[in-house]
């Protein structure tokens, strides 16, 4: 199992200007993982490879 210290984290190109508002992104063989880049030791989000996919699929459709 990979650790969250491990991962190579990108912010967003869609997160906000200001340091509140960014999220940031790692991908890894076991999946997508997501958190908020204010609290990098916080809460991280994994979701499969196929999952993030459709997730990130129905947002852009929405916009």
Do not use: N
Not at 35 to 63: W, Y
């Amino acid at each position: 199992m990979i650790t969250t210290g491990e991962l190579h984290w990108f912010k967003s190109s869609y997160s906000g200007g200001s340091a509140s508002d960014c999220v940031e992104a790692a991908q890894a063989s076991e999946g997508m993982f997501v958190r908020d880049s204010t609290r990098p030791t916080g809460p991280v989000l994994r979701f499969q490879a196929d999952a993030f996919a459709r997730f990130v699929s129905a947002v852009k459709a929405s916009v």
